[in-house]
């Protein structure tokens, strides 16, 4: 069995939706990893963002898909429900306007995903610190994908070839991604989202695997340049610095998170409100850990399909549109 693991939750929708599991040989798996950024945000990030909402001068916002994700006490929508102030928003620049017309609250931005909305949080928090709004916090939860993918490699971890994600190499181009084939002995394609940009990083990766001759391609190359996006880059090292991040799943990653550096601590929202992340576990019977370390599949969880569903969630890979779990039941895969 050749087993490839398509790294994006985006690549996992892209895959099911136009049913190219089904299409492949029987001896080609594809294992879906942790690249949905909603799912990778640890319960207790979560947890922060609720408490939050509890206090009544503090509006929380965030991606649509977070607000639904439970914490170990419910969700960001349970306590909308129940009064809080939530919103959700577009783009992290939104939270400016937010903040300019709600001068006597606290707007703090629950700010997650990977290195390809980092760029958007950081041009907002440069802005805010520029025109000097002081109500604005980030809880700042982004996390890089190259590490985890890191820990991953190192960890005892079956898996032929990686299809990598082309919108974050997009942001960072190849260079971070090349320690896979060169030091893990790992093939590694960037890939598109079409059903041909995927099937054709598919057949590189068959073809490297073949040949025994692990290397870094890109089969995205119309958008992916190699140097990836150096003003995003920029932005990026501007704001943040490297810091250990918690991942649902895989838990504490050193240098997988984005802290805010010095010159804008006072707009960190953990330090601002005095919280801390605290691990704790998946909700009983909940195995989207497993499920984004390519450990398990959604149909190894007793919960799967009954008592979770797209309705009724209990893990966050249920929540979002990206979530292996959430793909699996919309398209209907059993087994
Ligand atoms: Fe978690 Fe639901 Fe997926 Fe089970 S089916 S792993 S409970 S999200």
């Known amino acids: 069995m050749i087993r490839i693991m398509e790294v994006c939750g985006t690549h996992t929708t892209s895959i099911f939706r136009h049913g190219l599991r089904e299409a492949l040989p029987g001896n080609i798996k594809l294992i879906s990893g942790p690249g949905c950024p909603v799912c990778v945000t640890s319960q207790g990030e979560i947890d922060q963002a609720v408490k939050l909402s509890e206090s009544k001068d503090v509006i929380v916002a965030t991606y649509g898909d977070m607000v639904r994700v439970p914490g170990s006490s419910g969700s960001l929508a349970d306590r909308r429900a129940q009064g809080a102030d939530v919103r959700v928003v577009l783009s992290a620049s939104q939270c400016i306007d937010l903040a300019r017309e709600n001068p006597k609250k606290q707007v703090v931005f629950l700010a997650v995903g990977f290195e390809t909305t ?48 082309g919108n974050v190499a997009v942001i960072l181009g190849h260079e971070p991604f090349r320690f896979l084939p060169e030091e893990r002995g790992i093939p590694s394609v960037i890939g598109g989202f079409s059903p041909g940009e995927i099937l054709s990083a598919l057949g590189e990766l068959l073809r490297q695997i073949k040949a025994g001759s692990p290397k870094l391609t890109s089969c995205y190359s119309s958008v992916v340049r190699p140097e990836g996006n150096p003003i995003a880059i920029d932005l990026m090292r501007k704001v943040f610095k490297s810091g250990t991040a918690l991942w649902r799943g895989l838990g504490p990653i050193e240098d997988s998170g984005m802290v805010l550096r010095e010159e804008f601590l006072s707009m960190d929202g953990s330090i601002r409100f005095s919280l801390k992340t605290e691990e704790t576990p998946d909700p009983e019977g909940c195995i989207c850990g497993r499920v984004l370390s390519g450990l398990s599949e959604p149909k190894d969880c007793p919960l799967f399909g009954g008592i979770c569903t797209p309705v009724t969630p209990v893990g966050p890979c249920m929540v979002s549109g990206e979530g292996t779990c959430s793909a699996w039941f919309r398209y209907g895969r059993k087994e």
């Open 118 to 165: 980092a760029p958007a949080t950081a041009a907002t928090v440069l802005q805010a610190h520029r025109e000097g709004i002081d109500n604005l916090s980030i809880l700042c939860f982004h996390k890089k994908v190259p590490p985890a993918l890191r820990t991953l490699a190192e960890q005892s971890w079956s898996i032929d070839g990686l299809l990598l994600p």
